[in-house]
């Protein structure tokens, strides 16, 4: 019926504008869905979108076919939270870059941004919307597009490097790029700040935009490891989402608190939280989100001693993660595997694993996983009683985790440094190398629970074995005056003398 159609427009000479309005058509609904897939009708216009997804791409197409490079962007960057919440990262990166190679604008200046710029772009009231947009306004949705593909090759574990320059971009966009930033480095790149993206969002009476910027902060915390920050960004953010009605905004906050929890032992109400955050992702079809939830119960399955079940968790995990194309949740997934790989004994498996995403980490210049990384890979060594490389190891995972910023991270990597001491015979540094590291966890609130104290008190075992229950705690005494640096000086003096 399609191909009949189509033959009987060609007859009539009127394909071109029949498919013009096709396009245009399909912008505004486009446009029309993008700031209500923000709020209580969430559900709705993801499906709707859903529903229209063919006609969507071959509006696209016949877009950039056709030369007109503003209709292009227009459509892309209205369809961005859409393949963001649908797990589309694949799709959006190759949407996103075709609308920009059919806009040929790339050595176009771009303007700075401009005031109240916290939506994304709409029709221009000042162009006719069969027209496109002026050059300035096809300029902003350029860079609005490089901004929103630069941040789905970051989840898709791609190069942005050469999308930029984001200048004058909109809000939404260089949000979404901070927010794929997280973990990676500098997240505000020189390309703004979380406390300016707060603010622009709420002169524009954004209120969304500002729930989102707050919720990133407390993301970029857990990073950090300020757990205080965490609980107050992803509070007040929880309050605006839940005024909004965003469901997505609400699974993000219960994901932020929940991983507090886990971290300070309290894994019943990080497991219900987690818990209840499958269902709601489940429900509304955000299968990257459900896959990050899952990992996180299977975290927990492993904590609590359930082995096989934290398996069928982390490999339901890392399944929809690859469907997703989205690589830091299917390295999350792996992660967890590896940790449960290492605590049944098998080292090669674990460490198969763990040692592609080293690589992939250290690539991206992504310092916390680096880290994370590092530690479990010294971890692996130290079990199969390389001592010496197990200390190469978790020295390299105690400078990343250093230019991280996370002290959990600094003291995870001086605990692996005490296994290694311990190992090598060297039971006094080991003894002082765990006050050192209890003392840095204590100072942030986040001492270890006694579900992850495995790998510590094994070289807590050793220390005290060779050295007495007093001379232990004497040593371990003296390691809690000394900060990280100093027993990195220590170390690296002692080392130069083996």
Not at 188 to 196: E, K
Not at 243 to 264: H, N
Not at 309 to 336: I, P
Not at 464 to 489: H, K, M, S, Y
Request: with cysteine; proline share 4%.
């Amino acid at each position: 019926m399609a191909a009949y159609g189509m033959e009987r427009l060609d007859e009539a000479g009127e394909t071109k504008d029949t498919l013009r309005r096709h396009v245009l058509h399909h912008i505004d609904l486009a446009e029309r869905a993008a700031p209500l897939l923000h709020g209580r009708d969430q559900r709705h216009w993801l499906h709707r979108l859903d529903a229209e997804t063919l006609n969507l791409r071959a509006a696209l197409d016949r877009a950039v076919t056709a030369g007109d490079g503003g209709l292009g962007l227009r459509l892309v960057n209205a369809l961005t939270w859409y393949w963001y919440l649908r797990g589309r990262f694949g799709e959006a990166v190759r949407s996103l870059r075709h609308a920009m190679e059919g806009a040929d604008l790339e050595d176009t200046p771009v303007p700075g941004p401009t005031a109240g710029s916290a939506v994304d772009p709409a029709v221009d009231p000042a162009v006719d919307p069969a027209a496109g947009r002026t050059d300035s306004a096809l300029a902003a949705a350029l860079a609005s597009a490089r901004a929103r593909r630069a941040a789905f090759a970051l989840y898709t574990g791609d190069d942005p490097a050469a999308d930029g320059p984001f200048e004058g971009a909109d809000t939404w966009g260089r949000w979404l790029l901070v927010h794929a930033r997280c973990g990676f480095g500098d997240p505000a790149g020189g390309d703004g700040s979380f406390d300016g993206l707060t603010a622009e969002f709420r002169k524009a009476g954004d209120r969304w935009g500002e729930a989102a910027a707050l919720s990133t902060l407390a993301t970029q915390a857990l990073y950090e490891g300020d757990l205080a920050a965490v609980r107050r960004h992803a509070g007040a953010s929880a309050a605006l989402f839940a005024e909004v009605g965003d469901r997505w905004g609400q699974l993000q906050a219960s994901e932020q608190l929940g991983v507090v929890a886990e971290v300070t032992g309290d894994y019943p109400a990080a497991a219900r939280l987690h818990q209840d955050g499958v269902r709601s992702a489940e429900e509304l079809q955000l299968w990257s989100h459900v896959s990050f939830r899952l990992a996180r119960l299977g975290r927990i399955a492993l904590l609590t001693g359930d082995d096989v079940r934290a398996t069928e968790l982390h490999e339901r995990a890392r399944r929809l993660a690859v469907e997703q194309s989205h690589r830091t949740a299917e390295q999350f997934a792996e992660n967890g595997l590896a940790l449960g790989a290492r605590r049944r004994g098998d080292l090669d498996a674990a460490e198969a694993l763990l040692r592609p995403w080293l690589d992939w980490n250290r690539r991206f210049g992504v310092d916390a996983g680096a880290a994370l990384v590092l530690a479990q890979l010294g971890y692996v060594a130290e079990q199969r009683g390389d001592a010496r490389r197990a200390g190469g190891l978790h020295r390299d995972g105690f400078a990343a985790a250093r230019r991280s910023g996370d002290p959990r991270a600094v003291a995870l990597a001086l605990e692996g440094l005490a296994g290694a001491r311990a190992a090598a015979g060297r039971p006094e540094e080991a003894a002082s190398l765990l006050g050192t590291a209890a003392a840095v966890r204590d100072a942030v609130g986040a001492p270890l629970p006694p579900a992850e104290r495995a790998d510590v008190d094994r070289a807590a075992e050793r220390a005290r074995e060779a050295l007495g229950g007093p001379g232990f705690t004497a040593a371990f005494a003296r390691g809690r005056t000394l900060t990280a640096e100093d027993q990195i000086r220590l170390l690296d003096a002692a080392v130069s003398h083996e």
